[in-house]
């Protein structure tokens, strides 16, 4: 069994918790809250389970790092703290442990990360003999291991398209659907998410990671940006009103350009409600789907809905991000110390994991 810490119980660590717990190669063993509310509190009750798992959590993070644990789940958001959250990384990696997280954006093409990225990391592998792999959906599987995996299925291939197309109001983290997205905002306040070229910090690695897997070269890489408002003052469940006027959809693109043509694209198709931008794509059923379509002959579609947490899109979307890293962690573990990728690391199918229920 390998020893593995869950470090932040929000929308990610929560499904951390729960996918630590159900596979056969891990044992949780400590959990890291910020919160001093929830210090002692079980780590089952903390992840939405009707039992307890017997670990208590805490906020002693420098302790649970000295117990030495093989591997850790780093599930605190990276948004807003970037620079705090590469810092409790790179302790974890020194520590010697296998981390798993997908809150550093600048890493998920760890080839090109910026240096002031990358370099501590490196150090910290070297020092400590840890590893590293960042990842989630979209950024993450949504926009590297799947589409690589259906441009396989083509003939000819003209385009690469992956989409994301989501109701916001069904995801629970307001600060960043309000202030980072700028839902429910004047339409002349700039969302620090849409800002010139932040798209392209944030996915323009996923572009990058295609085009090494498919064998081209980039041009260069262009964004696009659409911003629509609501017609009508809406009232949603998570988050209360968003008034008439303000932001309520968002469309962008960021375009991998081969030969001058867009070839490589991660499309995101936000609203916070169903009634704004009804032209633009919308996913089967209103509340969300990652969507890939491969351009060519032939033409190839593939939908992926997830649901969990009470048929929430967004939360499932959360666990399959948790699945992919949680899964790669005895893959990690019983590979060389280093800082991998998308490309380096499998997509590990359910060994051992169909029809188990942890008891």
Known sequence: MIPTVVWGTGNVGRAAIRAVDAHPALE??????????????????????DRRLGVAATRDTAGALAARPRAVVYAASGDIRPDEALADVVAAVRSGAVVVTPALYPLYDQRNAPPEFRDPVLAAVA?????????????????????????????????????????????????????????????????????????????????????????????EIRETLERRPLDATVTTRTMGVFEAGTQ????????????????????????????????????????GAHRVIIEGRPRIEVTVEAVDEGENRSAGGNATAVGRLVNAVDWLVAAEPGL??????????????IGRRPS
């Open 127 to 219: 020092e400590g003999g840890g590893s590293l792999f960042v990842s989630g959906v979209d950024p993450g599987w949504g926009n590297d291991v799947l589409p690589l995996l259906i441009s396989g299925l083509g003939t000819t291939v003209d385009a690469v398209r992956c989409q994301e197309i989501f109701d916001y109001s069904t995801y629970e983290q307001e600060d960043s659907v309000r202030h980072l997205i700028g839902m429910g905002h004047p339409m002349e306040y700039e969302p620090p998410m849409l800002a010139e070229s932040v798209p392209t910090m944030v996915w323009g690695g996923q572009i990058r990671l295609m085009a090494r897997a498919l064998g081209v070269e980039l041009d």
């Open 248 to 287: 309520g959809a968002v469309r962008f693109e960021v375009r991998g350009i081969v030969g001058g043509v867009p070839r490589l694209v991660v499309e995101h198709i936000t609203r916070i409600h169903p009634s704004c931008a009804p032209d633009w794509p919308t996913p089967p059923d209103g509340a």
């Open 28 to 49: 949780l063993t400590a959990v890291l809250v910020h919160d001093p509310a929830k210090d002692g509190r079980d780590a089952g009750e903390l992840a939405g389970l």
């Open 340 to 353: 991998y990728d998308a490309l380096d690391v499998p997509l590990r199918p359910a060994v051992g994991r």
